[in-house]
């Protein structure tokens, strides 16, 4: 228990540390500073050094839910209530924080700099998210709230799982050739492939998932001839 709440807290002071660092910076921030920028990753919009605060506050605080959405979700999920949290959802909690996190400081330092930082930044961070998540889909059991939530998925332990282990393999893939892609692309071209990648990262494990229930209805022993 005194681990628990030991991460938790270093979890918010983690979340914390961008906002912290712009009040550190205060004084040499300019009044107005770029908060949104266009495909190039070139200044079109423009806040406040305050507004720039609130933003990040927000992505703080977005960190901060996340996280302990993860850690207590399984207490009002029907598939999971009755039994222990499993360590898997501690780990996405813990990810999707620092992810934010990340994406808060380039946020932070594309504004302050105008756009001069790494313009395949925000890519990069997307595509390792996708690594992060293909990494940990296998290891997430059925739940209601977190995953491939399908009809199919939620009905079958055997489709979950079988559908978690391809999306597994194919975030992880995927995640990994756009973090490579968005080095060696100009940040244009990345952008383009996000209306590609997408929908094949999703796309794949529904369709392979109603196959499997099509197989399943035609074989309700097929699950017992798999090794698991």
Do not use: C
Request: proline residues 7%; without cysteine.
């Amino acid at each position: 228990m005194k681990n628990k709440w030991l991460q938790q807290i270093l979890i918010i002071l983690v979340s914390m540390l961008p906002a912290a660092y712009i009040l550190v910076i205060w004084l040499s921030i300019p009044d107005i500073v770029p908060t949104h920028f266009n495909s190039a990753m070139e200044p079109n919009g423009y806040s406040s050094k305050s507004g720039l605060l609130a933003i990040s506050s927000v992505l703080a605080a977005v960190s901060v839910l996340l996280y302990f959405l993860m850690e207590y979700i399984h207490k009002i999920d029907p598939k999971r209530a009755l039994q222990d949290k499993a360590p898997i959802f501690n780990v996405l909690g813990t990810g999707l924080a620092l992810f934010f996190t990340a994406i808060n400081f380039v946020a932070i330092l594309m504004s302050i700099n105008k756009g001069s930082v790494p313009k395949h930044s925000l890519d990069g961070l997307i595509g390792l998210l996708f690594v992060f998540l293909g990494v940990a889909m296998p290891k997430i059991k059925p739940n209601y709230f977190v995953g491939v939530r399908l009809p199919w998925t939620l009905s079958s332990d055997y489709n979950w799982r079988k559908t978690h282990e391809l999306t597994g393999k194919l975030w992880l893939a995927g995640g990994i050739l756009f973090t490579v892609l968005s080095l060696l692309l100009p940040v244009t071209a990345t952008h383009f492939l996000v209306p590609v990648f997408i929908p094949i990262l999703a796309g794949v494990p529904i369709v392979y998932s109603f196959i499997l229930f099509k197989k399943e209805q035609a074989n309700p022993d097929i699950a017992k001839q798999e090794p698991v």
